[in-house]
């Protein structure tokens, strides 16, 4: 049982570089989560999906932009890549809106 | 609007002792849930415990306890009985049932001596 399966797992960019940042959760889940973890910042919501066929902005939305291929799957797109940037990144899927989020491994991405 | 605010940067305790960490929230949604998260240095997210806003009774979970204090609105954390394994980043988030939002704070380091 894989559950939320992120890829890459560590990524390094050049300033100016694009690249996505792949999810996909197996357990059949309808909502879907992105957020950076950054020291002393916590967990910040970027984008989330409720369900399939809609995105939202969370908090920290400017210089992503995101895509739910389908149920299983919700992609992260830098497109001009910046130092600021250079954080950790967390999926997270949960079936419905009253239960938990889980959550997969999470990208380390830095950005020089 | 939906903000999870922890004070707590960092905590310490001794083992077998209790610690409590401290989260307010803010939400516009009438129905709710909070949560409580571990983040291990392996970086791994594990749910602690999970909170029904419309629930008067506190959650437990073993050594895990929460009090939750709606109208303050206020989600603490107690863990009794302590041990070396409870040492990690814990995060407090908040999720409404409308809009799907699922936020967090800034989580609190514990860390357990011997």
């Known amino acids: 049982n894989a559950g939320v399966t992120q890829t890459p797992k560590f990524q390094v960019l050049k300033t100016g570089q694009s690249m996505t940042l792949q999810c996909a959760q197996d357990m059949n889940h309808n909502s879907m989560y992105w957020y950076r973890q950054d020291p002393g910042m916590g967990l910040r919501l970027i984008y989330y999906?409720?369900?399939?066929?809609?995105?939202d902005k969370g908090e920290v939305p400017n210089g992503y932009n995101v895509s739910r291929l389908n149920k299983r799957e919700f992609s992260l797109r830098l497109e001009s890549a910046a130092p600021s940037q250079t954080s950790v990144y967390f999926c997270?899927?949960?079936?419905?809106?009253?239960?938990?989020?889980?959550f997969g491994q999470g990208t380390r991405l830095t950005v020089v | 609007a939906q903000t999870v605010t922890q004070s707590q940067p960092e905590m310490s305790v001794q083992e077998a002792e209790t610690v409590t960490l401290s989260c307010t929230y803010d939400?516009?949604?009438?129905?709710?849930?909070l949560f409580w998260y571990k983040q291990p240095p392996s970086r791994q997210m594990i749910l602690v415990i999970r909170q029904e806003a419309y629930k008067q009774q506190n959650a437990t979970e073993n050594r895990f306890s929460v009090n939750f204090q709606k109208a303050a609105k206020s989600f603490s954390l107690k863990i009794s009985d302590s041990q070396l394994g409870d040492a990690a980043m814990y995060f407090c988030?908040?999720?409404?049932?409308?809009?799907?939002?699922?936020?967090f704070g800034q989580g609190t380091i514990l860390t357990v001596h011997p």
């Open positions: 988030g908040a999720g409404g049932t409308s809009y799907g939002k699922l936020t």
């Open positions: 997270a899927s949960r079936a419905l809106l009253n239960t938990e989020a889980f």
């Open positions: 939400t516009s949604e009438s129905d709710y849930y």
């Open positions: 999906s409720a369900s399939e066929g809609t995105t």
